[in-house]
C-alpha cells in the first residue's frame, strides 16, 4: 500500500526547508525530497545576499546577531554563519570609470552578504530532529497530478521511479521547476523571455580596490562576446571574512544561432586578460558554480489544485533567498490552515500577488533596463559615469530600485549631456522604451 503523506515537497532549499519546518512543526507529516545528497551543499550561482531595504517584497529583511529578521511577517529564523556588511555599490564601465553608490540603511549599507550554505546546515539540522518529516536525498521530482482528494508526485531516484501520495504538493524546486512544468503551467499561465547560462568564481587572494563594495561591471566590453553582465562581491566562506573571498558572476544570454562564449570561459578571459586583470594575477579559485535558468513571467496564482508552488518555481528568475523563506513561511502557514479548514490557500495566493514585484508588468521592464545598459556604447557609458565622479548617490542593492537610483543619477547630469553628446541624450530619453528582449541582450542585433 502506497504511504499517505499530509504535504510532500520537492525541493530542499530556502522555500521548501521553510515551508517543511513550518507545516511539521504543526505535527503534519511531511515528505521532503530534493536532487542533491548533501542538502546544504550549494552548486548554483545565484544571489546570496540580504538584501536589506525596506519594502522589498512588502518586507524589512535584517540580520540582527544570529538571526535573519522578517519584521512584516513577524518571524526570523537562525544564521550561525558570518556577515560582511556591503557598504557601498559600484558600477564601473568597460573604460573604468564609475558610479558610487553609498549605503543608505541605518548603518550605511547596501545589502548584506552571507554564506548561503551555513544557512541551509542551519535549517537543516532542526528539520531532522522532527520524527514527521521523512527525508529523501538524491531523489528529483519528475511531476505531480492532482487526483480528487489530494496529489500523486512522480519522484526519480537512482534506481528509478516511484510514486507519493499527499493531501498538498508543494512545487519548491527552483526555477526550472519541473513540477510546475508538468502541470503545464509554463505554457498555460506565463510567458518565456530567454535562457541564461551563469557560472561563478570563488576566489581568495584578490586585489580589489572596493572592498567591501557589490560590484557591477557594465558595458559589452568586459566580455569577448559581448553578451552578459559581471557582478562581484567578497563572501564569507566556511563562517570565515580572512582570507577574503570573492565571488565572481557572468550571466550570459543564450541566443539561438548566434556564436557564443559559455560563461566558464569568459570568467577566465576576464580575470587574465580583461581590463581589470591585474586584481587577478594571484587570485586561487576555491569553488566554482553554474546554473542554466529559463526567465519566464511569474506565476501571479501559485496554486493549481492541490499544489503550491513556492519561491523561485513560481517567480521570474529569483525571488532572493530572503524571499524563498519569507513566501515559504507563508505558504506553510497557509497550508496548514487549509488542511485544518479547507480554506487558506487563498491566502498564500493573495500575499503572493501582492508582494512579489515581478507579479506587475512594469516591473519587469524595470528591472531589466537597469541590466539593459548594454543596450548603449561602450563610450557612451564611460562619459555617462564620468559625469557622476563627486555625486553624494545613496541606494541599495536590489533589482527595483537600483535602475531608478543609476537613472537619476544619470539624468541629474541631463543638459550637460545635451550638450555634449545629443545623440546620446535622445537614447536616455527614450531609454524607458526600451524592450525586455533588447535588455536582456536576447535579440540578434543586441
Known amino acids: 500500500m502506497t504511504k499517505q503523506y499530509d ?178 503551467l509554463n505554457e498555460s499561465r506565463r510567458k518565456f523571455f530567454a535562457r541564461f547560462r551563469v557560472a561563478s568564481f570563488h576566489m581568495e587572494q584578490v586585489d580589489c580596490p572596493y572592498p567591501h563594495s557589490w560590484i557591477t561591471f557594465v558595458g559589452t566590453g568586459h566580455t569577448q562576446g559581448r553578451r552578459g553582465q559581471l557582478y562581484m562581491c567578497p563572501k564569507p566562506h566556511e563562517k570565515k571574512t580572512d582570507p577574503p573571498v570573492y565571488e565572481l558572476t557572468i550571466g550570459i544570454p543564450i541566443v539561438p544561432n548566434l556564436p557564443g562564449f559559455v560563461p566558464e570561459d569568459e570568467l577566465t578571459y576576464f580575470t587574465t586578460r580583461g581590463r581589470f586583470a591585474s ?58 490552515k487549509y488542511l485544518a479548514t479547507g480554506k487558506g490557500l487563498e491566502d498564500y495566493a493573495a500575499a503572493w500577488g501582492e ?20 543596450v548603449l556604447k561602450d563610450d ?8 557622476t565622479r563627486g555625486d553624494e548617490i545613496s541606494g541599495y542593492v536590489n533589482e527595483f530600485s537600483d535602475p531608478v537610483t543609476v537613472r537619476t543619477a544619470l539624468l541629474n547630469h541631463f543638459e550637460q549631456i545635451k550638450r555634449d553628446r545629443p545623440a546620446l541624450a535622445v537614447k536616455l530619453e527614450r531609454f524607458k522604451d526600451v524592450s525586455v528582449h533588447d535588455a536582456l541582450q536576447v535579440s540578434k542585433k543586441g
Open 355 to 374: 508582494s512579489f514585484e515581478y507579479n506587475k508588468p512594469d516591473e519587469i521592464k524595470q528591472a531589466t533596463q537597469g541590466f539593459g545598459l548594454h
Open 7 to 184: 504535504v510532500i515537497i520537492v525541493g530542499a532549499g530556502p522555500a521548501g526547508l521553510m515551508v517543511a519546518r513550518t507545516v511539521a512543526a504543526h505535527g503534519l507529516s511531511v515528505l521532503l525530497a530534493d536532487v542533491k545528497k548533501d542538502f546544504s551543499r550549494v552548486f548554483r550561482s545565484c544571489c546570496c545576499n540580504l538584501i536589506i531595504e525596506p519594502g522589498t517584497h512588502k518586507e524589512t529583511a535584517t540580520y540582527e546577531g544570529g538571526r535573519i529578521c522578517f519584521a512584516e511577517n513577524r518571524f526570523s529564523v537562525p544564521y550561525s554563519g558570518t556577515v560582511i556588511p556591503l557598504k557601498n555599490s559600484f558600477k564601473i564601465s568597460p573604460g573604468g570609470k564609475t558610479i558610487k553608490i553609498n549605503g543608505k540603511s541605518p548603518e550605511g549599507n547596501v545589502a548584506i552578504s552571507y554564506e548561503k550554505e551555513v544557512l541551509l546546515q542551519d535549517f537543516f539540522s532542526r528539520i531532522t530532529a522532527l520524527k514527521n518529516v521523512e527525508i529523501l536525498s538524491e531523489t528529483q521530482g519528475i511531476a505531480v497530478e492532482n487526483l480528487k482528494a489530494g496529489v500523486k508526485v512522480t519522484l526519480r531516484t537512482r534506481t528509478g521511479l516511484f510514486t507519493a501520495r499527499g493531501r498538498i504538493a508543494v512545487a519548491a524546486d527552483g526555477v526550472n521547476s519541473k513540477l510546475v512544468q508538468s502541470l503545464g
Open 380 to 387: 557612451d557609458i564611460d562619459y555617462l559615469f564620468s559625469l
Open 279 to 336: 586584481w587577478f594575477k594571484n587570485m586561487k579559485i576555491v569553488d566554482t558554480r553554474a546554473a542554466s535558468l529559463n526567465f519566464y513571467t511569474p506565476l501571479v496564482n501559485p496554486i493549481e489544485g492541490n499544489v503550491v508552488a513556492v519561491g523561485d518555481a513560481a517567480a521570474f528568475i529569483e525571488t532572493y533567498v530572503q524571499g524563498g523563506v519569507m513566501y515559504g513561511y507563508q505558504a506553510g502557514n497557509a497550508i496548514v
